[in-house]
């Protein structure tokens, strides 16, 4: 039975036991003669009234009492189950959760709170906090409490806000954690401080360092140099930065919320419709992919078009994809450069062949017309000599030796011409035997000068064999040619670097000086008097060429009288299907 209703009850009870008791004092001294008149006199009514309005009384207090009674009783029953909820919320908060009053104590803690710093909850309970755990800085600095930003939020105006600080543990080690402190409020009286506080790791960025990176973004994204512009999953654009907008021909709020495909990637290049299905921007958070594009269009306000290049990327918030984000770059002037670059090496190449083709002819008619001019001053030296004086027969000698020098340089440049026109495709060749004809090839000379050759181990590479026969043939005879007055003595050897081989021909020759060294490589460029050292200048030019047709460099190191060594590079990997060029 409820509280109330009982109060009522034992209210009625206890009057009608007053009521009982006055009716037997009232009869046994007073006037009535039964028990009945004297519990209800008719000839006194007033003392009947006075019974009534007894007993009414005490059914109203008993009602009063029993309402105040049960009110009292709910509100304990809220206030248990608030509690309740309260050390439910503590109890199983994964985050930090205390309050304090007004000077500072622990109201409440919890249990995260509590192993978070090392305590149990009742040791905490009415300390000042301050003192307990947030009483130094990290260097171990006395913390003033004037300056606690926890006891400053006592009714404080301001909103609140994260603070990156670091409280102590019973143990005393340090913990590093990031609060929010809120003022409590009752009837419009600060009652206390709540604060919520989470444990942070050591490289976890702190408030300060997220604000920096956001505020660098944002300088990213108003000062890059390339269009950046973010979807969501129905392709939406959902942000634009200046550089987009500007290339695109919209302001930033044109751009914002609506579709991308349909307002900058309608179309192909051709012409045609560009399908939304074939997008590989939308393909980015479709696919969860990054898509890089370099040969596509994107179409302006203005209703042109300009080529682009562009990377999509998906977009991820808490480990789902959200959208993609998009950094693309007007590639127009570039398109333009490499078609003027296409045109010009076009153009270049057809010089190359008719400057072959040139040289080819030149060279090859000349040859006819100089061999007579040659015979003609052979047979008049050898018809007239009886007559011709020892001038005359110098002159003659003169003559024949400057048409058998130009028949050489007509031949060897020729050669120099057929380097890149005439040369065979590429194969696989063991430069060893490479060493070993070139090396056949100068037997004669090698036995006259009586020169000593060696050579290592070779590689195999993708080379063109004729013209590697005639690379290390013409620099072993240049080793033995410039001899020194000691017997010549060469080395061949080869190693591998960065990706590459290096091949070095060495001798103990004359050297060369620095001034000269490349000068050397260029054609027709010679050193010495043909007297001293014979040939047209044009070896080392053809060496340079071959090595340069099979991506490779030549240089030269030298000391005059110690000798030379010509290396040259060639690349270790080459594709077998190279062919002549």
């Known amino acids: 039975m409820k509280t109330a209703v009982k109060t009522v009850l034992y209210s009625v009870f206890l009057g009608l036991v007053i009521w009982s008791v006055d009716g037997l004092f009232y009869w046994r001294f007073g006037p009535p003669d039964s028990l009945t008149e004297a519990l209800f006199p008719t000839e006194h009514p007033h003392r009947l009234y006075l019974r009534g309005l007894v007993l009414l009384s005490l059914v109203v207090y ?7 009674t049960m009110r ?15 050390e439910l919320i503590l109890g199983s908060a994964h985050e930090g959760i205390f309050g304090l009053d007004l000077a500072g104590r622990f109201t409440f803690v919890s249990s995260a709170t509590a192993s978070m710093l090392g305590y149990d909850v009742e040791e905490m309970l009415g300390w ?55 003022p409590i409020w009752d009837n419009g009286q600060c009652r206390g401080t709540v604060v919520v506080l989470r444990r942070v790791s050591q490289d976890e960025p702190s408030q ?19 269009g950046i512009f973010g979807i969501d999953l129905d392709g939406r654009i959902t942000f634009a930065n200046p550089a987009a907008s500007v290339m695109l021909g919209y302001d930033t709020d044109e751009l914002v919320g609506r579709r991308s495909h349909p307002l900058i990637q309608h179309t192909d290049q051709d012409g045609g419709p560009h399908r939304e299905e074939q997008s590989l921007i939308y393909a980015a958070f479709k696919d969860n992919d990054v898509y890089h ?9 203005g209703g042109e078009s300009f080529p682009v290049e562009y990377t999509s990327t998906p977009l991820r918030e808490n480990g789902d994809v959200v959208g993609a984000v998009v950094v693309f770059k007007d590639i127009t002037e570039r398109k333009n450069a490499e078609r003027e670059l296409r045109q010009t090496l076009e153009e270049l190449a ?81 430069l060893s035997d490479v060493v070993e004809e070139a090396l056949s090839n100068l037997t004669a000379a090698i036995e006259e000068a009586g020169a000593r050759i060696e050579h290592g181990d070779m590689p195999s590479l993708w080379v063109d064999r004729a013209q590697m026969v005639q690379l290390f043939q013409n620099l072993i005879s240049n080793a033995i040619k410039f001899r020194a007055e000691r017997t010549p003595e060469v080395t061949v050897a080869a190693h591998p670097r960065n990706g590459e081989w290096v091949f070095a021909v060495s001798d103990n020759g004359i050297g060369i000086a620095e001034e000269q060294r490349e000068r050397i490589f260029a054609i027709f460029q010679r050193l010495h008097a043909d007297d001293e050292y014979p040939g047209t200048g044009i070896g080392l030019a053809i060496c340079k060429k071959i090595v340069e047709r099979h991506g490779g460099s030549i240089w030269v190191e030298s000391r005059p009288g110690e000798g030379s060594t010509f290396y040259f590079a060639l690349p270790a990997e080459a594709s077998a299907a190279r062919v002549r060029r």
């Open 208 to 226: 300060e360092e997220l604000e920096r990176l956001r505020r660098l973004s944002r300088l990213i994204l108003t000062w890059a140099g390339e």
């Open 293 to 301: 594009v370099s040969d596509e269009v994107f179409w302006r306000k």
């Open 72 to 86: 009292e009783e709910r509100a304990a029953q809220e206030l248990a189950q608030m509690t309740h909820r309260l």
């Open 350 to 430: 057809r010089s190359n062949r008719e400057l072959e083709q040139f040289a080819y002819v030149v060279s090859h008619d000349l040859q006819e017309p100089l061999r007579m001019v040659r015979s003609y001053v052979e047979l008049l030296g050898k018809r007239y000599a009886d007559r011709l004086d020892e001038d005359g027969r110098e002159f003659v000698g003169y003559a024949i030796d400057g048409a058998t020098r130009m028949q050489r340089m007509i031949e060897d440049l020729l050669r120099y011409s057929r380097v890149g026109s005439r040369g065979a495709e590429f194969v696989l060749t063991d």
């Open 62 to 68: 008993g009602w009063i009492m029993g309402a105040l």
């Open 128 to 182: 000042d906090s301050h003192t307990l755990i947030h009483h130094s800085y990290p260097d171990g600095e006395p913390y003033l409490r004037d300056d606690c930003a926890i006891l400053n939020a006592h009714g404080s105006d301001e909103p609140p806000r994260e603070t990156s600080e670091v409280l102590w543990r019973k143990d005393g080690e340090p913990v590093p954690v990031r609060y929010t402190a809120r």
